[in-house]
């Protein structure tokens, strides 16, 4: 309670994503002490946090890469998505940071602590082959692109989307 008056919006809601990903603590326990403190300073920035992350099918982000894609995701321009989503393919299973339904479109955050090795790239591009056998389009950003250029990332998206859509 005392940090959500202190920190500004960008580390709390990092702090409660760490906190939530951790399992240090529950989404229902931030409900319950923005509920007890009504009114206390911090309190509306931190209930707005807390409020987005209700849903059932919430998945807290669990590192930097993930946070920046969420919230660049979450823009309302774009259609609603999936967190998370495990897809099963013929060859392979796969867990996809973020899929879009309406677009069959899968987007994924690509850092360089994932591909560090060459097998971890080889699994990669065998994932997005079978996404495009299956007929899903697959959208990778890198943690620049995401941080420092979110407007093209979301342009990217929707022009993807729209050509989807189109097909």
């Known amino acids: ?15 409660i994503d760490f906190l939530l990903a951790r399992k240090s603590c529950t989404i229902d326990e931030f409900e319950g002490v923005v509920a007890a403190n009504h009114g206390a300073r911090g309190m509306a920035r931190l209930r707005s946090i807390v409020e987005y992350r209700l849903p059932n099918a919430y ?21 609603p998505y999936a967190r998370q989503m495990p ?3 013929q060859q392979t299973d796969a867990t996809v940071d973020a899929y879009f339904d309406s677009w069959r479109l ?14 971890d790239m080889v699994r990669d591009r065998l ?7 299956h007929g899903y389009a697959v959208l990778r950003f890198i943690y620049e692109q995401l941080r ?12 993807t989307g729209q050509a989807r859509r189109a097909s």
Do not use: K
């Not at 920190?7 to 702090?15: F, I, N």
């Not at 420092?148 to 022009?159: A, G, Q, W």
């Open 1 to 15: 309670m005392n940090l959500a008056a202190e920190l500004g919006d960008d580390p709390l809601e990092s702090l």
């Open 127 to 133: 994932r997005d082959n079978e996404a495009t056998a």
């Open 148 to 159: 420092d250029e979110p407007e093209n990332v979301i342009d990217t998206l929707l022009r």
């Open 87 to 89: 897809i099963a393919y």
């Open 59 to 79: 998945q807290p982000p669990t590192t930097e890469l993930e946070r920046l894609l969420y919230r660049v995701l979450g823009d309302r321009r774009l259609p």
């Open 106 to 119: 899968i987007v994924e955050g690509d850092g360089r602590r994932w591909h560090t090795r060459r097998a």
